[in-house]
Nanobody, 118 residues
Framework: VQLVESGGGLVQPGGSLRLSCTAS????????MSWYRQAPGKERELVATISSAGGSTNIADSVKGRFTISRDSTKNTVYLQMNSLKPEDTAVYYC????????????WGQGTQVTVSS
């Protein structure tokens, strides 16, 4: 099982980034996908979740209206589009795949750094 994130980097306040997470080794379409983030000295925070079929999303209040989550099952990839970035969005962003019904699964990517700074 692998979750490989990409797309992080350094961006100025007000800028945009799109993170990608490509999955392999499990049935992507059976898993809800989420993005979490963790800033230095802070707990890991759930940012956004999309259902296995892609019909339902949940976005944290802290990023609502600025971030969107989507998935492409033909590419086994989930995306996080981040607009109007703020310095407080600086964190390591992690991709998560989770299936609560049996057979259960809970997988994590290695993380990608996003730094918002002028």
């Amino acid at each position: 099982v692998q979750l490989v994130e990409s797309g992080g980097g350094l961006v100025q306040p007000g800028g945009s980034l799109r993170l990608s997470c490509t999955a392999s080794g499990f049935t992507f379409s059976s898993y809800a996908m989420s993005w979490y983030r963790q800033a230095p000295g802070k707990e890991r925070e759930l940012v956004a979740t999309i259902s296995s079929a892609g019909g339902s999303t949940n976005i944290a209040d802290s990023v609502k209206g600025r971030f969107t989550i989507s998935r492409d099952s033909t590419k086994n990839t989930v995306y996080l589009q981040m607009n109007s970035l703020k310095p407080e969005d600086t964190a390591v962003y992690y991709c998560n795949a989770r299936r609560l019904s049996r057979p259960r699964g809970d997988y994590w990517g290695q993380g990608t750094q996003v730094t918002v700074s002028s």
